[in-house]
């Protein structure tokens, strides 16, 4: 099974308007990390967000915020105010325990001026 | 000063080629990855390394060896390159391998197999 599933190979949103990337996972770890990377079109992964397994709140930074839903095993990424610059590939990834990061496929987000 | 650093950014050469890729890290991490990136974007964990030591080699040809001089190194050498190789290349970092901890990826660097 997947450990990590991100169903929209593409998404479009318009400028300024915000946007939910979704990411599911499965484990059976009770301690585990999601984390989410943008990848834009010059090629550098860069780190976006984290949320702990025992994070009751949902994680923010800036414009961005981790939906993290225990029991639907979801941790879906929500961007406010899209801007161009936002366009990019996103990657969903987990650490349970104390194993290996796993990786979603990406999903591509153009934004439309 | 760049945390995670990779070089070549860039390396095309032929099949059969013997080439190398050196990365260091200044986080004082004591993690390393090596990780390929398909044309597909598909991420895949090719090794791990905590303190030097190997602790994540994933189905790789033995082709490609890594080797870890100390914490802050990781270096991938890949011998008789094969088309099938073309991909990035990133390396990564991170202060341990605990559930909290992220991980910090290189630059990448660029293979392309002629």
């Known amino acids: 099974a997947q450990k990590i599933t991100q169903t929209q190979p593409g998404m479009f949103v318009q400028e300024k308007e915000a946007v939910t990337l979704d990411c599911t996972y499965d484990?059976?770890?009770?301690?585990?990390?999601l984390f989410w990377y943008k990848q834009p079109s010059s090629g550098e992964m860069i780190f976006l967000i984290y949320?702990?397994?025992?994070?009751?709140q949902n994680a923010t930074e800036g414009r961005y915020s981790l939906n993290f839903q225990k029991a639907r095993k979801s941790a879906n990424l929500v961007i406010s105010a899209s801007q161009l610059g936002d366009s990019a590939m996103y990657f969903c990834?987990?650490?349970?325990?104390?194993?290996?990061?796993?990786f979603g496929t990406g999903t591509s987000l153009t934004v439309i001026p | 000063d760049t945390a995670v650093s990779q070089t070549p950014k860039y390396l095309v050469t032929q099949m059969g080629n013997d080439k190398s890729i050196k990365c260091e890290q200044n986080?004082?991490?004591?993690?390393m990855y090596w990780y390929k990136q398909d044309s597909k974007k598909f991420l895949k964990i090719m090794f791990s390394?905590?303190?030097?030591?190997?602790?994540i080699n994933e189905t790789v040809p033995n082709r490609f060896s890594p080797k870890s001089p100390d914490k802050a190194h990781l270096n991938l050498h890949i011998n008789s390159l094969e088309l099938g190789d073309s991909a990035v290349y990133f390396c990564?970092?991170?202060?341990?391998?605990?559930?909290?901890?992220?991980?910090?990826f290189g630059e990448g660097s660029w293979l392309t197999v002629v």
């Open positions: 990834a987990m650490r349970e325990g104390w194993s290996q990061f796993y």
């Open positions: 390394y905590n303190n030097k030591e190997l602790i």
């Open positions: 484990t059976s770890d009770q301690s585990y990390g």
């Open positions: 949320q702990g397994s025992y994070d009751e």
């Open positions: 986080l004082g991490h004591d993690t």
């Open positions: 990564a970092s991170s202060k341990d391998r605990g559930p909290g901890n992220t991980i910090y």
